[in-house]
């Protein structure tokens, strides 16, 4: 999936400890084959290979649960969050080695491809159908999410209850760490001069992840375009954001951070509140000046002083 994971645990000895966690990092991998949009032939890249084509595929089960898991978000979002994002992604990816923008033509092109109504699940025989030609998934804003859980519950099998497991910016924990009420995680903060304090919160058996341009992002005609695109413009975010999610899965927070991204504060915050359990606090410097938005049910996470 393009990026390192990374498990803190608490065992009883260190034989224990190495075993269960060898056993998580095996899953990982097992999932990078499976999700990975790098590797031309991971499970994911043969599907995309197939849209247009008018014959359904069948699909593992953890693909199948992960694109059912992004069409109910791509519903509940109304197209901020879609998976078929892929050929605008590469557009971009292109654009952020370049400088410059995408091609007009190639935008509108990719877009036709692009929708996730385009994408037909069939629960009777596990198979799945691509309708539009030349589409590609893009699972980035929740494989990795969907595999900080499963690496989770191999864990927990393995008897491993005082575990973070990370990948990406996004993680998710267990019970916490001897003698503490819960894991203790920063907020990201943004890449300005002089930001605001730090914020912690503590958390424990949740998840939380964090959906952002700090890292990837290029500047064009003295604009800043995120990485994340918006799939229903095709146009990368201009609003300069972090945006972290509270959840009781890694899967959920993974899709929320970025559908939040992509709708903005107002509707953002109204997927969150509609969500059980979800919480988040949005940061954004759209212009000069810093704006903070949070859920009602972020403060019962926040570290007090």
Known sequence: MGLPFRIVLYAADEPHAGAAAAAAF????????????YDDESELSRLSRTSGQGRPVPVSEDLRKVLRHAQEMSERSEGAFDVTVGPLVNLWRRARRQKQLPDPTLLAEALKSVGYRHVRLNPGNHAVELLAPKMRLDLGAIAKGYAIDEALKVLRKQGV????????????????????KGWRIEIAPLDIPNPPPARFVLIANRALATSGDVFQHVEINGVRYSH???????????DHSLVTVI????T?????????SVLGPKAGLKLIETTKGAATHITRKPNSQIETAES??????????
């Open 228 to 238: 994340i695109v918006d799939p229903r413009t095709g146009i990368g975010l201009t």
């Open 161 to 180: 209850t005082r575990v973070l497991v990370s990948g990406g910016g996004d993680l998710a924990v267990a019970d916490p760490p001897p003698g503490s």
């Open 296 to 305: 009602s049910r972020f403060v019962r996470y926040c570290e007090q002083d």
């Open 247 to 250: 959840a009781r899965d890694c």
């Open 252 to 260: 959920t927070a993974d899709a929320l951070a970025t559908a939040v």
């Open 26 to 37: 095996h899953r990982i991998r097992q999932l990078n084959d499976i999700f990975s949009d």
